[in-house]
């Protein structure tokens, strides 16, 4: 099957930076979009980043020109470089990937997977 690991979560002050990481693993014959969504304590999960097959990226518009999400598709990896992080960028985030697959019956499938999810926590 396929596998979403993040990495790279942590605490850090007001104003520092976090880079996170993203690699899906497994039967991949193909990954379209990749993406990051954060999910705060009491608030629904949102968008932060995307970026598609072709490079074409999509930002929250409270992360736009501080964060920055790119990709290593020869590493299905997806990443999100984090700057002047603000105390309500704190949230678990997440990385998903919309991907073709061999699944368990031998047949290529399309379907979206989600990581484990990584803490980031913003405070002084």
């Known amino acids: 099957q396929v596998q979403l690991v993040e990495s790279g979560g942590g605490l850090v002050r007001p104003g520092g930076s976090l880079r996170l990481s993203c690699v899906a693993s497994?039967?991949?014959?193909?990954?379209?979009?990749m993406g990051w969504y954060r999910q705060a304590p009491g608030k629904e999960r949102e968008l932060v980043a995307a970026i598609d097959s072709g490079g074409d990226i999509n930002y929250a518009d409270s992360v736009k020109v501080r964060f920055t999400i790119s990709r290593d598709n020869a590493r299905n990896t997806v990443y999100l470089q984090m700057n002047s992080l603000k105390p309500e960028d704190t949230a678990v985030y997440y990385c998903?990937?919309?991907?073709?697959?061999?699944?368990?019956?031998?047949?290529?499938?399309?379907?979206?997977?989600w990581g484990q999810g990584t803490q980031v926590t913003v405070s002084s």
């Open positions: 497994g039967s991949i014959f193909r990954i379209n979009a």
């Open positions: 998903n990937a919309d991907l073709s697959f061999l699944a368990s019956d031998y047949v290529r499938r399309q379907n979206t997977f």
